[in-house]
Every structure is written in C-alpha cells, then in structure tokens.
C-alpha cells in the first residue's frame, strides 16, 4: 500500500435513509409533479434513491400498485368540506367532484392512470365515505348509493381526462375536425344530428359535468339494482 494514500473506512460514509414504502410513495409523487407520470419508473424511482430496482419491490409489487399508491396520495388533496357545508346535497356532491377533479387536472397523465387504478387507502375511504353521507342524506337508498358512487367517481374522471388532458379538446386538430363534420351533417342522412348540431357543441366542460352528475343522482334516486 502506498505510504501516501490512507483506506476509506466504510464507517465514515453518510448512511442511506432505510427505504420504506412511504418514502417510496413520497418520491413517486415528486417526480410525476415535476417530470409527469410516465417517468415513474421502478428504474427512475431506484435512481432517486440510490438503490436497486428489485429492492423496491419489496414495498411496492408492481407499477401498477405504485400508480394506485400515488393517486391515494393525492386523493389526500380533495377538499371533503362540502360533507358539513350548509346546502343542497347535490351542490356539494357537485363540489365534491369538482375538488376530485381538480386534483387530478392538476396531473393530467395520473387522471388518466386512475380511469383503471384501485387506490384502497384512507384518503379513498374518506371520499368514499363523504359522497355516501351526501347520497344518504339526499334520500338516495344505500344499495343504489353504494353503486353510484362508482358511477359518480367514474364519470367525474373520464371528464377530466377528456376536457382537463395535455391536449385539451378546442385547442387540437381533432376537435376542430369533429366541429367541421357535425357542421357539415347531411340533413338527409343523419337529420337528427344536423339539426342538434347548436346543442352538441353547447356547454362548458364544467356545465357538461354538473348536468351529467345531476342526471346520475336523479337515477340513483329512482333506478333499483337489478334483481340479478
């Protein structure tokens, strides 16, 4: 050994944080608010935290657990105030969803990531939990609010990533080529749609949503689950 060069001891290195599941999650979310969900990687995610890849499956199984992971995280985000606001129940379900919705707009690539994710968190439980105490206080049956919430939160998503995506409808090529054709309707081959055509493009993406979720609660609030 060199008289001039003295050993390292392994004892005089900073120490790793231990990895845990939380801190996982944590540093998912900061990437996609910087970078975007797609650069959510197992691979990305061991770099940030100078570790292997096959290590981070023992807190998350797969990408797919990691994305479900992520949205209960930001689902901690959506204002559920509206649960003991004074109003009409079905403002505040509005409300409800237009907090959810916000949320994911904020992230569009995750929007689209929830449209199949299954969070099962907490945060889930809770916005489960304050949209059936807003149906139950609306009169809607439980077993018929037990399914529109599904319905509710799904319809709340898909129009998030239709309007609120990267490329948001009214700024791209195919929009306009949707508004040309719906002009350009034969009144002889699809009359009903040349003459709809003021209605079909009518509304903001915000009035669309309110008049869809008002159409789902009036048909919790009449339409039985089927008997089989």
């Not at 845990?20 to 910087?34: D, K, L, N, Q």
């Not at 009144?187 to 915000?206: D, E, H, I, N």
Request: glycine residues 8%; hydrophobic residues 45%.
């Amino acid at each position: 050994m060199s008289p001039h060069r003295q050993p390292v001891s392994r004892r005089e290195r900073p120490a790793k944080p231990a990895l845990t599941r939380a801190g996982i999650i944590a540093t998912a979310v900061r990437v996609m608010r910087a970078e975007g969900l797609e650069r959510v990687t197992m691979r990305r995610l061991a770099t940030e935290l100078d570790t292997g890849p096959a290590s981070l499956y023992v807190y998350v199984a797969n990408t797919a657990e990691l994305h479900s992971a992520i949205l209960e995280e930001m689902l901690g985000e959506v204002d559920l105030g509206a649960v003991t606001a004074a109003g009409d129940w079905r403002e505040r379900i509005d409300a409800t969803l237009g907090s959810y919705g916000r949320v994911l707009a904020e992230n569009p690539s995750l929007a689209r990531s929830s449209l199949v994710a299954r969070p099962s968190g907490p945060n889930y439980l809770n916005l489960v939990e304050a949209l059936l105490t807003l149906l139950g206080e609306g009169g809607v049956p439980d077993a018929q609010a037990a399914w529109g919430v599904d319905i509710l939160l799904l319809v709340a998503t898909a129009s998030v990533v239709e309007h609120v995506a990267e490329n948001p409808p009214g700024s791209g090529e195919e929009w306009n080529s949707l508004i040309t054709a719906l002009e350009g309707a034969s009144p002889t081959v699809t009359p009903r749609v040349a003459a709809l055509v003021p209605q079909l493009l009518s509304g903001t993406p915000r009035l669309r949503r309110k008049w869809t979720i008002q159409v789902l609660l009036d048909g919790a609030l009449h339409t039985p689950l089927p008997e089989s």
